[in-house]
Nanobody, 126 residues
């Protein structure tokens, strides 16, 4: 069983930045592929960014490219999402997810992930 706990959400003005964190339980975090998803009001949960087990390969949704960076610290069992130039359209609950397995590539689909955190709310005011 893997537990994921997100933090770092909050209220920020448009153009601002936030850094989300996700702490994972377990001793084999370095064997997990990790992803960030978001779900806005009345919308389906959508992919934001993903990292393979080492952080050496990352991938972003088009809406995130150039503004968002996913990173991970396997020694701290944590993955991060740095978000810059935030827009009101970025307002959503943000969720980290873990896929068990030392895959070379990344995963962008919700049903590929095995574990989910409870989410952290990001609200961007105009």
């Amino acid at each position: 069983q893997v537990q994921l706990v997100e933090s770092g959400g909050g209220l920020v003005q448009a153009g601002g930045s936030l850094r989300l964190s996700c702490a994972a339980s377990g001793r084999t975090f370095s064997s997990y592929a990790m992803g960030w998803f978001r779900q806005g009001p009345g919308k389906e949960r959508e992919f934001v960014a993903a990292s393979n087990w080492s952080g050496g390969i990352t991938y972003y949704a088009d809406s995130a490219k150039g503004r968002v960076t996913i990173s991970r610290d396997n020694a701290r069992n944590s993955v991060y999402l740095q978000m810059n130039s935030l827009k009101p359209a970025d307002t959503a609950g943000y969720y980290c997810a873990a896929k068990v397995g030392k895959y070379v590539w990344v995963h962008t689909k919700r049903d590929e992930y095995d574990y989910w955190g409870q989410g952290t709310q990001v609200t961007v005011s105009s």
